[in-house]
């Protein structure tokens, strides 16, 4: 791809709309990248809202219908950030339109709809990524890094939890995260799907899988105004929770490794506990997202009496995306994966290459959550 500015079009301005707004206005500043990003549209279907929106992250147009920005032969990348019911009709129309299509996770609310999704932008020829941006965090390419060197020999056990808490009172309401008609799912898709991607690009394929969906809460107060936290005012109507509140399940991979996963929105102290500890025949490495430019590393070949778990800060310029940022010691945050993917999927497209994560990997990772769910409805093992 030759063009010198990439023109972006953004459905949705709530929390994700917020954090991709922040990346594009942040990714020149910090990359040398073959394109610029250029800050085009943003849509959203309250012209009130949406307009404050763009005057607040930087947006040049604003547009209420999301059928005109697909159309708008001046826009090269179309980022769906809307609720889960949408991806799919906007992704395909996207890329009939010939637009790179970028997409917040999962893709598709079902299995089928990830797969017309992936079938429309491989029979387009269109560039296409998934915001798993986790992926981008200096420790976490560091750890892939080290798989790839060998440095933890063959991989045993891959052990993950994702835990919040932002849901555990029975009064917060019935935002659209929590109707199934809207999310696809709860937990499972909401967070269970960043540790599923981690551990695919990390350790490997998924061979079989045993889970259980769980809601803790079956009935809540009608949201509302909502805010771009996650959150809503409380009514006095009361409405039914269609979705899962927790999810956790067994996993073989295809490699002969053991996973075991846990998602949760009722783990009350926890505000966002993306953890994952991977052990291997030559060591061990832990991450913890809270604490997200740390790694701690088990070294099984030092010597006797001086083995133990060492913290390696990921901040310095030999990790990967850190040098990108400040001197050594001073740490990136949350906001800077999602730059960070920015710019590895501009480098990608202007190269011609596939982006990392792409529909691809959204596809695979939407068959891992179906075949959970499919494993908790039978209460027994699903093969993929």
């Known amino acids: 791809m030759a063009k ?51 005057e607040t992250m930087g947006w040049a147009n604003v547009e209420t219908d999301w059928r005109k920005v697909v159309a708008n032969p001046e826009i090269d990348i179309i980022d769906i950030s809307t609720p889960g019911n949408l991806h799919a009709e906007i992704a395909i129309e996207a890329a009939k339109a010939g637009k790179a299509v970028w997409c917040e996770k999962p893709i598709g609310n079902t299995l089928p709809e990830a797969k017309a999704m992936l079938d429309a932008v491989q029979a387009a020829g269109v560039p296409n990524a998934v915001f798993h941006n986790y992926r981008k965090a200096p420790a ?15 991989i045993y056990h891959f052990r993950a939890v994702y835990l919040q808490d932002w849901i555990a009172d029975p009064n917060f309401p019935l935002v659209w995260r929590l109707q199934k008609e809207i999310a696809g ?109 740390e790694l701690e590393y088990y070294n099984a070949e030092d010597p006797e009496g001086y083995q133990g778990f060492r913290l390696i800060q990921a901040t310095e310029a030999v990790h990967p995306y850190a040098g990108q940022f400040w001197p050594v010691g001073h740490i990136i945050g949350y906001e800077h994966t999602f730059v ?14 596939p982006i990392s994560p792409d529909f691809v990997d959204g596809y695979e990772n939407q068959r891992v959550l179906d075949a959970v769910e499919v494993s908790s409805e039978n209460r027994g093992w699903v093969s993929l």
Do not use: W
């Open 4 to 54: 010198k500015q990439l023109n972006v079009g953004l459905i949705g301005y709530q929390f994700m709309g917020k954090a991709h707004s922040n990346a594009y206005r942040q990714v020149n500043r910090f990359f040398d990248l073959p394109a610029q990003i250029n800050m085009h549209t943003i849509c959203g279907r309250n012209e009130a809202a949406v307009t404050a929106a763009a």
């Open 140 to 154: 976490v390419a560091l750890v892939k890094k080290m798989i790839e060197e060998g440095k933890l020999g063959t």
């Open 185 to 293: 799912s709860g937990t499972h898709g909401d967070i269970n799907a960043h540790i599923i991607d981690l551990a695919r690009h990390l350790v490997g394929e998924f061979d079989e899988v045993c889970g259980h969906l769980h809601t803790f809460i079956k009935q809540r107060p009608i949201a509302g105004a909502i805010n771009d936290k996650l959150g809503a005012e409380a009514t006095s109507e009361m409405g039914e929770v269609t979705v899962d509140d927790a999810a956790m399940f067994l996993a073989k991979f295809k490699n002969g490794a053991l996973g075991t996963f846990e998602a949760s929105r009722f783990a009350v102290g926890r505000k966002n506990k993306n953890s994952f500890e991977i052990n291997g025949s030559k060591g061990s490495v832990v991450f913890n997202l809270e604490k997200m430019n």
């Open 340 to 353: 960070n993917l920015v710019a590895d999927a501009v480098t990608a497209m202007c190269a011609g290459t």
